[in-house]
Protein backbone atom coordinates (compact mmCIF):
# COMPACT_ATOMS: atom_id res chain seq x y z
CA UNK A 1 0.00 0.00 0.00
CA UNK A 2 1.24 3.49 -0.56
CA UNK A 3 1.38 6.03 1.98
CA UNK A 4 -2.21 7.77 2.19
CA UNK A 5 -1.96 11.12 0.38
CA UNK A 6 -4.11 13.96 1.21
CA UNK A 7 -5.91 16.30 -0.75
CA UNK A 8 -8.70 19.38 -0.61
CA UNK A 9 -11.97 18.93 -1.22
CA UNK A 10 -14.54 21.54 -1.57
CA UNK A 11 -17.84 20.94 -0.08
CA UNK A 12 -21.49 21.94 0.39
CA UNK A 13 -23.33 21.88 3.76
CA UNK A 14 -27.12 22.43 3.37
CA UNK A 15 -28.81 25.31 2.20
CA UNK A 16 -25.58 27.60 2.96
CA UNK A 17 -23.95 25.95 0.69
CA UNK A 18 -20.42 26.91 1.79
CA UNK A 19 -17.15 24.59 1.55
CA UNK A 20 -15.31 23.01 3.82
CA UNK A 21 -11.86 21.36 3.71
CA UNK A 22 -11.57 17.69 2.93
CA UNK A 23 -8.16 16.74 3.43
CA UNK A 24 -5.53 16.87 6.20
CA UNK A 25 -7.22 15.18 8.61
CA UNK A 26 -7.08 12.33 11.20
CA UNK A 27 -6.43 8.72 10.02
CA UNK A 28 -8.77 5.71 10.49
CA UNK A 29 -9.60 4.20 14.06
CA UNK A 30 -12.44 1.80 14.96
CA UNK A 31 -11.12 0.74 18.09
CA UNK A 32 -13.37 2.35 20.59
CA UNK A 33 -16.20 1.55 18.11
CA UNK A 34 -15.25 -2.44 19.45
CA UNK A 35 -15.33 -1.41 22.64
CA UNK A 36 -17.91 -3.67 24.72
CA UNK A 37 -20.78 -1.92 25.71
CA UNK A 38 -21.67 -1.46 29.01
CA UNK A 39 -24.04 -4.54 29.88
CA UNK A 40 -27.30 -3.76 29.84
CA UNK A 41 -30.29 -5.95 31.54
CA UNK A 42 -31.25 -7.44 27.90
CA UNK A 43 -31.30 -7.05 24.12
CA UNK A 44 -31.89 -3.59 22.75
CA UNK A 45 -34.12 -3.73 19.62
CA UNK A 46 -34.43 -0.40 17.36
CA UNK A 47 -36.63 0.45 14.32
CA UNK A 48 -35.01 2.61 11.47
CA UNK A 49 -36.31 3.69 8.84
CA UNK A 50 -33.81 4.20 5.09
CA UNK A 51 -34.47 5.46 1.82
CA UNK A 52 -31.55 3.19 0.74
CA UNK A 53 -32.94 0.69 -2.02
CA UNK A 54 -31.42 2.15 -5.04
CA UNK A 55 -28.31 -0.31 -5.72
CA UNK A 56 -25.72 2.42 -5.54
CA UNK A 57 -22.10 1.67 -4.00
CA UNK A 58 -22.78 4.19 -0.58
CA UNK A 59 -25.93 2.12 -0.33
CA UNK A 60 -24.78 -0.90 0.05
CA UNK A 61 -22.13 0.61 2.56
CA UNK A 62 -24.26 2.08 4.84
CA UNK A 63 -26.41 -1.37 5.40
CA UNK A 64 -23.20 -3.66 5.59
CA UNK A 65 -22.01 -0.97 8.23
CA UNK A 66 -25.40 -1.93 10.48
CA UNK A 67 -25.03 -5.62 10.22
CA UNK A 68 -21.16 -5.37 11.45
CA UNK A 69 -22.59 -3.08 14.12
CA UNK A 70 -24.83 -6.01 15.10
CA UNK A 71 -22.34 -8.51 14.88
CA UNK A 72 -20.10 -6.29 17.34
CA UNK A 73 -22.78 -6.14 18.90
CA UNK A 74 -24.74 -8.79 19.71
CA UNK A 75 -27.39 -6.87 22.97
CA UNK A 76 -28.49 -4.79 20.44
CA UNK A 77 -30.81 -5.43 17.34
CA UNK A 78 -31.72 -3.14 14.48
CA UNK A 79 -35.19 -3.81 12.72
CA UNK A 80 -34.44 -1.73 9.68
CA UNK A 81 -37.14 -0.86 7.21
CA UNK A 82 -35.88 0.09 3.55
CA UNK A 83 -38.49 2.40 1.88
CA UNK A 84 -38.47 4.14 -1.92
CA UNK A 85 -37.05 7.62 -2.17
CA UNK A 86 -39.79 8.42 -3.81
CA UNK A 87 -42.31 7.43 -1.10
CA UNK A 88 -39.56 8.03 1.97
CA UNK A 89 -40.44 11.88 2.51
CA UNK A 90 -44.23 11.52 3.10
CA UNK A 91 -44.14 8.33 4.97
CA UNK A 92 -41.81 10.14 7.34
CA UNK A 93 -43.70 13.37 7.58
CA UNK A 94 -46.85 11.64 8.17
CA UNK A 95 -45.05 9.70 11.02
CA UNK A 96 -43.87 12.97 12.36
CA UNK A 97 -47.65 14.55 12.11
CA UNK A 98 -48.71 11.71 13.87
CA UNK A 99 -46.09 11.22 16.32
CA UNK A 100 -45.24 7.71 15.27
CA UNK A 101 -41.86 8.38 14.45
CA UNK A 102 -39.05 4.74 14.16
CA UNK A 103 -36.18 4.95 16.28
CA UNK A 104 -33.76 5.66 14.15
CA UNK A 105 -34.57 7.41 10.86
CA UNK A 106 -33.18 9.44 7.42
CA UNK A 107 -33.62 13.29 7.98
CA UNK A 108 -32.87 15.44 4.67
CA UNK A 109 -31.01 18.77 5.43
CA UNK A 110 -31.75 22.30 5.63
CA UNK A 111 -35.63 23.58 4.57
CA UNK A 112 -36.59 19.69 5.20
CA UNK A 113 -36.19 19.32 8.86
CA UNK A 114 -39.01 22.17 9.43
CA UNK A 115 -41.66 19.76 9.75
CA UNK A 116 -39.94 17.60 12.40
CA UNK A 117 -38.54 20.52 14.41
CA UNK A 118 -42.22 21.78 14.35
CA UNK A 119 -43.40 18.27 15.17
CA UNK A 120 -40.89 18.09 18.57
CA UNK A 121 -40.11 14.66 17.21
CA UNK A 122 -36.31 14.72 17.14
CA UNK A 123 -33.82 14.20 19.89
CA UNK A 124 -30.71 16.61 19.81
CA UNK A 125 -26.95 14.59 19.71
CA UNK A 126 -25.22 17.49 21.36
CA UNK A 127 -24.19 15.31 24.20
CA UNK A 128 -21.65 12.97 21.44
CA UNK A 129 -20.90 15.87 18.72
CA UNK A 130 -17.19 15.50 20.58
CA UNK A 131 -16.81 12.42 19.01
CA UNK A 132 -16.78 14.30 15.51
CA UNK A 133 -15.27 17.49 16.61
CA UNK A 134 -11.29 16.81 14.18
CA UNK A 135 -13.24 15.85 11.28
CA UNK A 136 -16.43 17.20 10.73
CA UNK A 137 -16.25 21.22 9.88
CA UNK A 138 -19.60 23.12 11.41
CA UNK A 139 -19.87 24.05 7.71
CA UNK A 140 -21.01 20.32 7.19
CA UNK A 141 -22.63 20.37 9.97
CA UNK A 142 -25.12 22.67 9.86
CA UNK A 143 -28.20 21.54 7.53
CA UNK A 144 -28.87 19.33 10.91
CA UNK A 145 -28.50 21.98 13.00
CA UNK A 146 -31.51 24.23 14.25
CA UNK A 147 -31.74 26.72 16.61
CA UNK A 148 -28.29 25.93 17.65
CA UNK A 149 -28.93 22.04 17.80
CA UNK A 150 -27.36 19.42 15.85
CA UNK A 151 -29.96 16.71 15.04
CA UNK A 152 -28.22 14.39 12.77
CA UNK A 153 -24.27 13.74 11.00
CA UNK A 154 -23.97 14.13 7.27
CA UNK A 155 -22.31 10.68 5.64
CA UNK A 156 -21.53 12.15 1.94
CA UNK A 157 -21.43 15.29 -0.26
CA UNK A 158 -23.57 14.72 -3.51
CA UNK A 159 -23.16 17.15 -5.98
CA UNK A 160 -27.00 16.36 -8.31
CA UNK A 161 -26.45 17.53 -11.92
CA UNK A 162 -23.72 15.49 -13.26
CA UNK A 163 -23.38 15.36 -17.19
CA UNK A 164 -22.24 12.32 -18.22
CA UNK A 165 -21.30 11.76 -21.60
CA UNK A 166 -19.83 9.28 -24.14
CA UNK A 167 -16.46 11.28 -25.88
CA UNK A 168 -16.68 9.02 -29.06
CA UNK A 169 -20.45 10.05 -29.60
CA UNK A 170 -19.84 13.83 -29.38
CA UNK A 171 -16.70 13.53 -31.60
CA UNK A 172 -18.89 11.83 -34.40
CA UNK A 173 -21.19 14.74 -33.91
CA UNK A 174 -18.41 17.40 -34.04
CA UNK A 175 -17.92 17.68 -30.44
CA UNK A 176 -14.00 16.70 -28.56
CA UNK A 177 -14.93 18.29 -25.17
CA UNK A 178 -18.31 19.12 -23.94
CA UNK A 179 -20.04 22.67 -24.80
CA UNK A 180 -19.05 25.40 -22.67
CA UNK A 181 -22.49 27.39 -24.01
CA UNK A 182 -25.79 26.61 -23.88
CA UNK A 183 -26.21 27.48 -27.79
CA UNK A 184 -23.72 25.47 -27.99
CA UNK A 185 -25.20 22.79 -26.58
CA UNK A 186 -28.37 23.61 -28.52
CA UNK A 187 -26.55 22.79 -31.49
CA UNK A 188 -24.80 19.25 -30.14
CA UNK A 189 -28.14 18.14 -29.54
CA UNK A 190 -29.66 19.32 -32.94
CA UNK A 191 -26.45 17.37 -34.48
CA UNK A 192 -26.93 14.01 -32.25
CA UNK A 193 -30.70 13.89 -33.06
CA UNK A 194 -30.12 14.64 -36.53
CA UNK A 195 -28.21 11.44 -36.41
CA UNK A 196 -30.19 9.34 -34.89
CA UNK A 197 -29.04 9.45 -31.00
CA UNK A 198 -30.95 10.12 -28.12
CA UNK A 199 -29.04 13.18 -27.09
CA UNK A 200 -30.05 12.96 -23.65
CA UNK A 201 -31.39 10.05 -20.98
CA UNK A 202 -33.18 10.94 -17.67
CA UNK A 203 -35.44 8.48 -16.23
CA UNK A 204 -38.31 10.92 -14.70
CA UNK A 205 -40.48 8.53 -13.45
CA UNK A 206 -40.28 8.93 -9.61
CA UNK A 207 -40.55 12.67 -10.57
CA UNK A 208 -37.90 14.26 -8.76
CA UNK A 209 -34.98 13.94 -11.36
CA UNK A 210 -36.32 17.16 -13.18
CA UNK A 211 -36.80 18.85 -10.17
CA UNK A 212 -33.39 17.88 -8.08
CA UNK A 213 -30.84 17.87 -10.55
CA UNK A 214 -31.78 19.17 -14.16
CA UNK A 215 -33.59 22.24 -13.04
CA UNK A 216 -31.29 23.17 -10.06
CA UNK A 217 -28.53 23.48 -12.57
CA UNK A 218 -30.58 25.34 -15.05
CA UNK A 219 -32.46 27.82 -13.05
CA UNK A 220 -28.90 28.33 -11.11
CA UNK A 221 -27.13 29.40 -14.89
CA UNK A 222 -30.08 32.06 -15.40
CA UNK A 223 -31.39 33.40 -12.03
CA UNK A 224 -28.07 33.22 -10.21
CA UNK A 225 -28.04 31.35 -6.59
CA UNK A 226 -29.61 33.57 -4.42
CA UNK A 227 -33.00 33.46 -6.31
CA UNK A 228 -34.34 30.47 -4.31
CA UNK A 229 -33.48 32.40 -1.13
CA UNK A 230 -34.96 35.27 -2.48
CA UNK A 231 -38.11 33.30 -3.35
CA UNK A 232 -38.36 32.72 0.22
CA UNK A 233 -37.99 35.89 1.54
CA UNK A 234 -40.17 37.39 -0.76
CA UNK A 235 -38.39 38.93 -2.25
CA UNK A 236 -38.46 37.24 -6.25
CA UNK A 237 -41.42 35.43 -7.63
CA UNK A 238 -41.56 32.14 -9.86
CA UNK A 239 -43.28 34.53 -12.22
CA UNK A 240 -39.63 36.58 -12.60
CA UNK A 241 -39.04 36.83 -16.18
CA UNK A 242 -35.14 34.91 -15.43
CA UNK A 243 -37.56 31.94 -14.48
CA UNK A 244 -40.11 31.71 -17.04
CA UNK A 245 -36.72 31.84 -18.93
CA UNK A 246 -35.23 28.66 -16.99
CA UNK A 247 -38.68 26.76 -17.34
CA UNK A 248 -38.20 27.52 -21.15
CA UNK A 249 -35.43 25.45 -21.49
CA UNK A 250 -36.97 22.25 -20.46
CA UNK A 251 -39.73 23.44 -23.22
CA UNK A 252 -37.07 24.10 -25.55
CA UNK A 253 -35.69 20.61 -25.16
CA UNK A 254 -38.49 18.93 -25.36
CA UNK A 255 -39.65 20.39 -28.49
CA UNK A 256 -36.28 19.46 -29.97
CA UNK A 257 -36.91 15.95 -28.69
CA UNK A 258 -33.22 16.06 -26.79
CA UNK A 259 -35.03 13.58 -24.47
CA UNK A 260 -35.97 9.80 -24.37
CA UNK A 261 -39.44 9.73 -25.30
CA UNK A 262 -39.87 7.28 -22.09
CA UNK A 263 -38.64 9.90 -19.85
CA UNK A 264 -41.86 10.13 -18.04
CA UNK A 265 -41.93 6.31 -17.65
CA UNK A 266 -38.37 5.35 -16.91
CA UNK A 267 -37.28 5.07 -13.48
CA UNK A 268 -33.36 6.51 -12.68
CA UNK A 269 -31.69 3.30 -12.59
CA UNK A 270 -33.02 2.63 -16.05
CA UNK A 271 -31.58 5.72 -16.42
CA UNK A 272 -28.65 4.64 -15.90
CA UNK A 273 -28.45 1.45 -17.60
CA UNK A 274 -29.78 3.08 -20.93
CA UNK A 275 -27.13 5.10 -20.85
CA UNK A 276 -24.11 2.75 -20.16
CA UNK A 277 -25.57 0.23 -23.26
CA UNK A 278 -25.16 3.79 -25.05
CA UNK A 279 -28.59 4.64 -26.00
CA UNK A 280 -27.86 8.20 -25.59
CA UNK A 281 -25.06 10.27 -26.02
CA UNK A 282 -25.53 11.71 -22.58
CA UNK A 283 -27.23 11.98 -19.19
CA UNK A 284 -27.41 13.75 -16.38
CA UNK A 285 -27.43 12.65 -12.53
CA UNK A 286 -25.28 12.49 -9.58
CA UNK A 287 -22.10 12.08 -8.24
CA UNK A 288 -22.77 9.32 -6.51
CA UNK A 289 -23.24 7.50 -9.56
CA UNK A 290 -20.02 8.06 -11.10
CA UNK A 291 -18.45 5.01 -9.17
CA UNK A 292 -20.92 2.16 -11.21
CA UNK A 293 -20.46 4.41 -14.56
CA UNK A 294 -16.54 4.58 -14.41
CA UNK A 295 -14.86 3.72 -10.82
CA UNK A 296 -16.80 0.52 -10.49
CA UNK A 297 -17.25 -0.36 -14.14
CA UNK A 298 -15.73 -3.68 -15.48
CA UNK A 299 -15.45 -2.84 -18.84
CA UNK A 300 -12.57 -0.45 -18.87
CA UNK A 301 -12.34 1.29 -22.12
CA UNK A 302 -16.29 2.09 -21.64
CA UNK A 303 -15.42 4.11 -18.28
CA UNK A 304 -12.50 6.10 -19.82
CA UNK A 305 -14.63 6.89 -22.83
CA UNK A 306 -17.18 8.57 -20.35
CA UNK A 307 -16.18 12.17 -19.50
CA UNK A 308 -18.09 14.17 -17.10
CA UNK A 309 -19.31 17.97 -16.86
CA UNK A 310 -21.28 20.39 -15.66
CA UNK A 311 -24.42 22.50 -17.05
CA UNK A 312 -22.83 24.93 -19.73
CA UNK A 313 -23.27 29.07 -19.27
CA UNK A 314 -26.45 30.51 -20.50
CA UNK A 315 -25.86 33.94 -21.85
CA UNK A 316 -27.24 36.61 -20.24
CA UNK A 317 -27.40 34.58 -16.82
CA UNK A 318 -26.42 35.41 -13.33
CA UNK A 319 -25.25 32.04 -12.18
CA UNK A 320 -21.45 30.86 -12.10
CA UNK A 321 -21.29 28.26 -14.39
CA UNK A 322 -18.29 26.02 -12.70
CA UNK A 323 -20.53 25.97 -9.37
CA UNK A 324 -22.06 22.03 -9.27
CA UNK A 325 -25.53 21.66 -7.15
CA UNK A 326 -24.70 20.04 -3.78
CA UNK A 327 -26.42 19.21 -0.84
CA UNK A 328 -25.01 17.44 2.30
CA UNK A 329 -27.07 13.48 2.73
CA UNK A 330 -27.98 10.80 5.31
CA UNK A 331 -28.22 12.12 7.91
CA UNK A 332 -29.73 9.49 11.18
CA UNK A 333 -32.38 11.33 13.20
CA UNK A 334 -33.32 9.93 16.41
CA UNK A 335 -36.69 9.70 17.68
CA UNK A 336 -37.65 12.23 20.75
CA UNK A 337 -39.13 9.26 22.82
CA UNK A 338 -35.74 7.11 22.99
CA UNK A 339 -34.53 6.53 26.58
CA UNK A 340 -32.38 4.45 28.70
CA UNK A 341 -30.63 1.74 27.97
CA UNK A 342 -32.65 2.31 23.58
CA UNK A 343 -30.82 6.19 23.58
CA UNK A 344 -27.86 4.79 24.95
CA UNK A 345 -28.23 2.00 22.39
CA UNK A 346 -28.46 4.53 19.69
CA UNK A 347 -25.87 6.89 20.36
CA UNK A 348 -23.34 4.10 20.04
CA UNK A 349 -24.74 3.28 16.56
CA UNK A 350 -24.14 6.97 15.48
CA UNK A 351 -20.78 6.81 16.95
CA UNK A 352 -20.08 3.29 15.75
CA UNK A 353 -21.50 4.32 11.98
CA UNK A 354 -19.99 7.80 11.28
CA UNK A 355 -16.34 6.54 12.38
CA UNK A 356 -13.39 7.93 10.63
CA UNK A 357 -13.71 4.63 8.57
CA UNK A 358 -16.79 5.76 6.79
CA UNK A 359 -15.83 8.45 5.09
CA UNK A 360 -12.43 6.68 4.08
CA UNK A 361 -14.38 3.56 2.67
CA UNK A 362 -16.59 5.94 0.74
CA UNK A 363 -13.86 7.72 -0.84
CA UNK A 364 -12.67 4.25 -1.56
CA UNK A 365 -15.93 3.71 -3.85
CA UNK A 366 -15.16 6.82 -4.97
CA UNK A 367 -17.86 9.25 -2.95
CA UNK A 368 -17.27 13.20 -2.02
CA UNK A 369 -17.88 12.88 1.78
CA UNK A 370 -17.85 16.67 4.20
CA UNK A 371 -15.06 15.23 6.52
CA UNK A 372 -11.42 15.68 7.23
CA UNK A 373 -10.07 12.26 6.74
CA UNK A 374 -6.85 11.30 4.83
CA UNK A 375 -7.54 10.06 1.57
CA UNK A 376 -7.11 6.45 0.90
CA UNK A 377 -4.14 5.60 -1.01
CA UNK A 378 -6.54 3.70 -3.84
CA UNK A 379 -8.39 6.66 -4.31
CA UNK A 380 -9.79 6.00 -7.82
CA UNK A 381 -8.40 9.03 -10.40
CA UNK A 382 -11.91 9.24 -11.50
CA UNK A 383 -13.39 10.81 -7.94
CA UNK A 384 -10.43 12.72 -7.99
CA UNK A 385 -11.18 14.61 -11.09
CA UNK A 386 -14.79 15.00 -10.00
CA UNK A 387 -13.50 16.51 -7.09
CA UNK A 388 -11.53 18.75 -9.35
CA UNK A 389 -15.30 19.50 -11.75
CA UNK A 390 -17.10 20.65 -8.31
CA UNK A 391 -14.51 22.75 -6.34
CA UNK A 392 -15.36 25.75 -7.24
CA UNK A 393 -18.54 25.87 -4.34
CA UNK A 394 -22.05 24.43 -4.66
CA UNK A 395 -25.10 25.76 -5.67
CA UNK A 396 -28.82 25.27 -4.60
CA UNK A 397 -30.34 21.86 -5.23
CA UNK A 398 -34.14 23.44 -5.11
CA UNK A 399 -35.83 20.66 -2.65
CA UNK A 400 -33.27 21.25 -0.17
CA UNK A 401 -34.57 25.07 0.10
CA UNK A 402 -37.68 25.22 -0.72
CA UNK A 403 -41.20 24.42 0.82
CA UNK A 404 -42.13 20.20 -0.11
CA UNK A 405 -45.55 21.56 -1.52
CA UNK A 406 -43.53 23.91 -3.80
CA UNK A 407 -41.33 20.84 -4.68
CA UNK A 408 -44.51 18.91 -5.53
CA UNK A 409 -45.96 21.75 -7.64
CA UNK A 410 -42.23 21.69 -9.36
CA UNK A 411 -42.41 18.13 -10.15
CA UNK A 412 -45.80 17.86 -11.33
CA UNK A 413 -45.17 20.79 -13.74
CA UNK A 414 -41.62 19.60 -15.03
CA UNK A 415 -43.97 16.45 -15.99
CA UNK A 416 -46.76 18.75 -17.61
CA UNK A 417 -44.17 20.74 -19.61
CA UNK A 418 -42.60 17.80 -21.08
CA UNK A 419 -45.91 16.25 -21.96
CA UNK A 420 -47.14 19.33 -23.56
CA UNK A 421 -50.20 20.17 -21.31
CA UNK A 422 -49.31 23.02 -19.77
CA UNK A 423 -46.87 26.23 -20.56
CA UNK A 424 -43.95 27.37 -18.55
CA UNK A 425 -45.92 30.80 -17.75
CA UNK A 426 -48.39 28.74 -16.43
CA UNK A 427 -46.06 26.20 -14.00
CA UNK A 428 -44.35 29.62 -13.14
CA UNK A 429 -47.96 30.57 -11.50
CA UNK A 430 -48.72 27.39 -10.12
CA UNK A 431 -45.10 27.79 -8.09
CA UNK A 432 -45.67 31.19 -7.21
CA UNK A 433 -49.34 30.37 -6.07
CA UNK A 434 -47.86 27.20 -3.94
CA UNK A 435 -44.73 29.47 -2.16
CA UNK A 436 -47.60 31.88 -1.34
CA UNK A 437 -50.17 29.08 0.27
CA UNK A 438 -47.39 27.65 1.75
CA UNK A 439 -46.67 31.06 4.04
CA UNK A 440 -50.29 31.47 5.03
Given at each position: ???S ?10 A ?38 S ?19 P ?93 D ?24 K ?31 S ?41 D?V ?44 V ?61 P??T ?11 Q ?49
Open positions: MKKIRNTILVAASAMVTALSGCGQTTTTEQTKTPAKETKGPVTLTMEYNWSPNVDNVLYKERIKKFEELNDIKIEAQDIPSAQYRTKLRTEAAGNSMPDMFILFPGIEMEPYIAANVLMPIDEIMDNWKNILPQQALAGFNVNGKQYAIPTKMTFVDIVYYHKMLAKAGFNEFPKTYASFLDLVKKLDSGVTPMAIGNKNKWPMQSTFMSAVEDRITGEFLTKVNKGEAKFTDAEYVKSLNVVSDLVKLDAFNPDINTMEQQQDYFLQKKAAMTMTSSTIDTKFRAGNTDKAAAENIGIALFPSDGGKGDPTKSAGVIQYGIGLSKELNGAKKEAALKFLKYFYAPELYQNLMSKGIVVPAKVDMADSPYLKEMLKLTNGSALVFDSVMHPSVKDAMENGIQAIITKQKTPEQIAKELQDAVDKSKK
